[in-house]
């Protein structure tokens, strides 16, 4: 059942590791197929070593379609994101080293968007939830409740969930935001006084914007989109 979205899921997998956003068996990845039905990667099995048919099949409460191993331990969390969330279809879970970081600098409840491709794939802003403990479902609350509209959440010293209409939506959020958070504390450490130079709130939106036109099987971006802002 469902194949090639497995294949994905455990290609995808191999991806985050590529990326160093996990290491070894954390994080997980989930699909809600058209049908309703949720998939999601088994509990503690590394993503090379990962077979389609350690993927779980189940319904929207958890109860067992296929599989017969032991799902993430962060379902019920990401159960609760696709419940209250009707328009997410991917969801991903990462400790993702550099974007988790920043969660631990004093006083931050928001990363602000700094580089255009985070902004792209982020869709704006990324919020930053208090801590809650791993495996709760307190995990998939905060995701709803401080989301908005962006498309990743920093747990805060825990790691980053990323949300989209398709797992790729919630791939490209999670790479984006690493990349950017990488340069954003390189810089941070650089300044004396902590200031980095910012994106407008003009700019960002335009590049929010510009992304829906990118790539194959969209039209190609208005020009008027794409004049120069501050
Ligand atoms: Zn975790």
Redesign the pocket.
């Known amino acids: 059942m469902f194949s090639e979205e497995k294949k994905q899921i455990i290609k995808y997998g191999i991806l985050l590791d590529k990326y160093e956003l996990v290491s070894l068996t ?2 997980n990845l989930a699909i809600r197929m058209p049908t309703g039905e949720i998939l999601v990667t088994p509990s503690g099995i590394a993503y090379d070593e990962m077979e389609e048919d350690d993927i779980i099949v189940c319904d929207i409460d958890g109860n067992n379609i296929e599989g017969d191993k032991k799902p993430s331990s ?1 379902t019920p969390a990401i159960l609760y994101i696709f419940k209250h969330r009707p328009d997410i279809n991917g969801v991903i ?1 990462t ?1 993702q080293p550099y974007a988790t970081a920043i969660s631990l600098i004093p006083g931050m409840t928001e990363f602000r968007v700094c580089y255009t491709g985070m902004a792209n794939a982020c869709a704006g802003n990324v919020p930053i939830a208090p801590p809650s403990p ?1 495996g709760s479902v307190e ?1 998939g609350i905060d995701v709803v409740n401080y989301a908005g509209n962006s498309r990743a959440v920093i ?1 805060g010293n ?2 980053v969930m990323t949300i989209g209409s398709t797992l790729k939506e919630a791939l490209y959020a999670a790479v984006y935001l690493e990349e950017t958070a990488k340069g954003y504390l390189a810089a941070r450490a650089c300044c004396p006084d902590g200031k980095i130079n910012e994106m407008s709130d003009e700019y960002i939106q335009q590049m929010v914007d510009v992304f829906k036109y990118y790539g194959q099987g969209t039209p190609t971006i208005p020009t008027d989109l794409v004049k120069k802002v501050k």
């Open positions: 954390c994080g962060d879970h400790h791993a995990m747990l825990h790691g």
